[in-house]
């Protein structure tokens, strides 16, 4: 069992920033990837990016603004978001995808609050 637990969604004017973080816990497992998706009202839930073994893949609509990185000591991954506009305003959601004793396992986290607005 893995416990995903998101902290760092807020209100923010257009242009600012926010930190989010994703943390992970429980035994016995590795982590395969970690990624952010968000859902805005009325609109399906999307990705925004994936960070895996390294390697790290954004959608084109935050490219050069926001930025995944993961404390593997941690077993953390963020999502720093900068020069926000009102458009990023959704729920933002952890996933992470594990490994634990030959099995794969896919866990989401609760969702935080990111609203854009002036």
């Known amino acids: 069992q893995v416990q995903l637990v998101e902290s760092g969604g807020g209100l923010v004017q257009p242009g600012g920033s926010l930190r989010l973080s994703c943390a992970a816990s429980?035994?016995?497992?590795?982590?395969?990837?970690m990624a952010w998706y968000r859902q805005a009202p009325g609109k399906e839930r999307e990705l925004v990016a994936i960070?895996?073994?390294?390697?790290?893949m954004y959608a084109d609509s935050v490219k050069d603004r926001f930025t995944i990185s993961a404390d593997n000591t941690k077993n953390t991954v963020y999502l720093q978001m900068n020069s926000l506009k009102p458009e990023d305003t959704a729920v933002y959601y952890c996933?992470?995808?594990?490994?634990?004793?030959?099995?794969?396992?896919?866990?989401w986290g609760q969702g935080t609050q990111v609203t854009v607005s002036s």
């Open positions: 996933k992470g995808d594990f490994s634990s004793w030959g099995r794969r396992l896919i866990y």
């Open positions: 429980g035994s016995g497992f590795s982590i395969n990837a």
């Open positions: 960070t895996s073994e390294g390697s790290t």
